[in-house]
């Protein structure tokens, strides 16, 4: 059986926005120690003292690291940070015919580098994240596929990381939270080896350039 320590060290951690404000000091610890406790005796089936879980947050928030921004390595280059702009995201169902819509899709699409495409193949869906310029093209491919879901009005931020960025424990969960932290909400995210690509809704854009913007050096 867990104890109140470990339980409250798994609720502070599993959540951006309690790890953040323990680690600034922005939470009053009484306060959340109350409201955790009816999870905390439900999770634990016996009753919890709002003394003994103050000190287990007070315990936590000692442990949490100071990070900085300086912790999530970029590439020291200029032009780490871009974006495209009008994308529209297309979810379709998988069948037969699904790879062979792929393989159209590529093909015709070519290798133009003013527009943005990417195809991601989940276990059930296939996913295109395209420039709307190339929808006309998309619906023509994957016309007779089953259409799961279509997101209208996104843009793409991409962060330029090194080679070695891999090796980072939590590197993406560092930049996830800081923008969890200011409520950016993303609608997807696509990764290459030295590349992190987000989705977001057109409103997010400015929101998350600007927590972005602070992790990048030149």
């Not at 699904?98 to 580098?113: I, K």
């Not at 996104?154 to 090796?167: D, F, G, K, P, Y």
């Amino acid at each position: 059986m867990q104890s109140i320590a470990t339980k409250v060290e798994r609720i502070v951690m599993d959540s951006p926005f309690l790890s953040e404000g323990l680690r600034r000091g922005l939470i009053n610890l009484s306060e959340l120690a109350r409201q955790l406790q009816p999870q905390l005796e439900s999770d634990l089936w016996k009753p919890v003292g709002q003394a003994a879980v103050v000190m287990a947050l007070r315990r936590v928030s000692e442990r949490l690291p100071d990070q900085t921004s300086s912790d999530i390595v970029l590439a020291q280059k200029t032009g780490q940070l871009t974006a495209r702009t009008d994308l529209v995201e297309l979810t379709y169902r998988q069948s037969g015919n699904t790879d062979e819509c792929h393989r159209r899709l590529l093909e015709q699409a070519g290798r133009r580098s003013d527009l943005f495409l990417t195809v991601t193949r989940g276990v059930n869906e296939i996913m295109v994240i395209c420039s709307r310029l190339l929808i006309p093209l998309v619906e023509e491919v994957f016309a007779g596929e089953r259409l799961a879901a279509r997101l209208e009005n996104l843009n793409a931020v991409t962060l330029q990381l090194t080679a070695e960025s891999h090796r980072t424990p939590g590197i993406y969960h560092a930049i996830l939270k800081k923008l969890a932290w200011d409520k950016v909400n993303l609608i997807n995210l696509i990764s290459t080896h030295t590349e992190l690509t987000l989705i977001l809704d057109k409103d997010q854009t400015g929101a998350a350039f600007a927590v972005l913007s602070k992790l990048v050096t030149h």
